[in-house]
T-cell receptor, first 110, second 114 residues
Framework: GQSLEQPSEVTAVEGAIVQINCTYQ??????LSWYQQHDGGAPTFLSY????GLEETGRFSSFLSRSDSYGYLLLQELQMKDSASYFC???????????FGAGTRLFVKA | DTGVSQDPRHKITKRGQNVTFRCDPI?????LYWYRQTLGQGPEFLTY????????KSRLLSDRFSAERPKGSFSTLEIQRTEQGDSAMYLC????????????FGPGTRLTVT
């Protein structure tokens, strides 16, 4: 089956850089997405990698390596408002299902 | 457009009752997803619609769950004979073919089964 693994928690200091890793097992997928979810809120889309390499969107970057079954989300210049849960997700080929990881809770300290 | 909306936002029901939730996607989005999320977990895929056609349903979903999207616009998710294990946040998301993989989520319906 398909599965994604992420660290359950990460703590970092305001202004720092943090990397959230995601490893996956799948028989085939279109690409890897990242979503942010604040407590009590809905997930919001951050980034998508269809191909290997780095995608940059402002302070957020995402990376994918299909050969290593691995991706990461990089958050730069951390702000207190970045404290949230971050989910990696992949869209299966041969179907329409999106599988989400269990999420990484990021705590940003002053 | 104000985004994806869901109704009700909260529902408390007794075990054994039926409940129905509604999702209104972004108007030009033809793709619609239902997910279930419990505390500390990621959204769990339930079902997918493309226009009015239900093209995929999770094998984990019991027969007590059914979803419709009769005119390819809003969708409903019904849970029959609710159980305490059904307590969760039910999320709806929509996307367009032009939007790539980006899904827009609604605020969710929090279901509590007592």
């Amino acid at each position: 089956g398909q599965s994604l693994e992420q660290p359950s928690e990460v703590t970092a200091v305001e202004g720092a850089i943090v990397q959230i890793n995601c490893t996956y097992q799948t028989s085939g997928f279109y690409g890897l997405s990242w979503y942010q979810q604040h407590d009590g809120g809905a997930p919001t889309f951050l980034s998508y990698n269809a191909l290997d390499g780095l995608e940059e969107t402002g302070r957020f970057s995402s990376f994918l390596s299909r050969s290593d079954s691995y991706g990461y989300l990089l958050l730069q210049e951390l702000q207190m408002k970045d404290s949230a849960s971050y989910f990696c997700a992949l869209g299966e080929t041969g179907g329409f299902k999106t599988i989400f990881g269990a999420g990484t809770r990021l705590f940003v300290k002053a | 457009d104000t985004g994806v909306s869901q109704d009700p936002r909260h529902k408390i029901t007794k075990r054994g009752q039926n409940v129905t939730f509604r999702c209104d996607p972004i108007s030009e989005h033809n793709r619609l997803y239902w997910y279930r999320q419990t505390l500390g977990q990621g959204p769990e895929f339930l079902t997918y619609f493309q226009n009015e056609a239900q093209l995929e349903k999770s094998r984990l979903l019991s027969d007590r769950f059914s979803a419709e999207r009769p005119k390819g616009s809003f969708s409903t998710l019904e849970i029959q004979r609710t159980e305490q294990g059904d307590s969760a946040m039910y999320l709806c998301a929509s996307s367009s073919p032009q939007g790539g993989n980006e899904q827009y989520f609604g605020p969710g319906t929090r279901l509590t089964v007592t």
